[in-house]
């Protein structure tokens, strides 16, 4: 059982930027493809970003592609997201979680972007 555990989040005006973490704990991270999610009230979650256990591959949705970036350090089994031109619309908590099979979700990390 992988556990997660977000941080990075906080206020921030549009067009600012925010590095968020995801440390993991396990020793079978390096094999999981991970993703980060967000979620809004009363909005179901949705997959913002993945990536391949090497980090090699990352798929992004579009409403944040040419702004966000994925990345992972198996050593120490982190993945970051890096948010860049930060929109109101992308005010939400943000997880972390194998996109594959998904584990426990941890209590995430909140980002308000204002306007």
């Known amino acids: 059982q992988v556990q997660f555990v977000e941080s990075g989040g906080g206020l921030v005006q549009a067009g600012g930027s925010l590095r968020l973490s995801c440390a993991a704990s396990g020793s079978t991270f390096r094999f999981n493809v991970i993703g980060w999610y967000r979620q809004v009230p009363g909005k179901q979650r949705e997959l913002v970003a993945t990536?391949?256990?090497?980090?090699?591959?990352?798929n992004y949705a579009d409403s944040v592609k040419g702004r966000f970036t994925i990345s992972r350090d198996n050593a120490k089994n982190t993945v970051y997201l890096q948010m860049n031109s930060l929109k109101p619309e992308d005010t939400a908590v943000y997880y972390c979680n194998r996109a594959t099979t998904l584990s426990s979700w941890g209590q995430g990390t909140q980002v308000t972007v204002s306007s």
């Open positions: 990536i391949s256990s090497g980090g090699g591959t990352t």
